[in-house]
């Protein structure tokens, strides 16, 4: 009973429809409070959740939850989240990928290559739970009507 005043609190604040079909997002960020606000937002937008510390841990997180989504920081400690993305990729290519960074400038190039190869979004630090849900949402509609199109 007390989560559901917590999730229409949410949902109306962000005005983004809550999924009932629960998308898996591995929130990768070194930054413990920001990655318990991304997870307590998208927990009540219906998703599945998982987080971790760095990428080290994320890849093995991975590994087990296999999200649909992957939200990493690029700068963290021991494996930086372009690293654990090309791990990962070993596994599952087409994972979609959304890059955290307050400096996205300093990896241009490299999210350059990043977005024509494997189509990632960028979220620029600091940002707000409307911007978080909407893109989010926005790549959870693109995979959905992939999956779609690929029935017919």
Avoid at 124 to 129: Q, T, V
Wanted: glycine letters at 6%.
């Amino acid at each position: 009973m007390l989560n559901k005043p917590v999730e229409v609190a949410f949902g109306s604040y962000n005005g983004v429809k809550k999924h009932t079909n629960a998308f898996r997002v591995l929130v990768v960020e070194d930054n413990e409070g920001l990655a318990f606000i991304v997870q307590i937002v998208l927990e009540a937008q219906g998703y599945q959740v998982r987080t971790a510390r760095d990428g080290r841990d994320g890849y093995l997180t991975y590994l087990l939850f296999m999200p649909d989504l992957v939200i990493t920081d690029i700068e963290m400690p021991q494996v930086n989240g372009l690293e654990m993305m090309r791990a990962i990729r070993m596994h599952d290519p087409k994972v979609r990928t959304i890059y955290l960074s307050g400096q996205l400038c300093r990896f241009r190039s490299l999210l350059e290559d990043e977005q024509k190869t494997y189509g990632i979004d960028l979220l620029r630090k600091p940002f707000s739970s409307i911007e978080l849900t909407r893109l989010v949402s926005k790549v959870f509609a693109e995979v959905s009507e992939c999956k779609r199109n690929s029935e017919y």
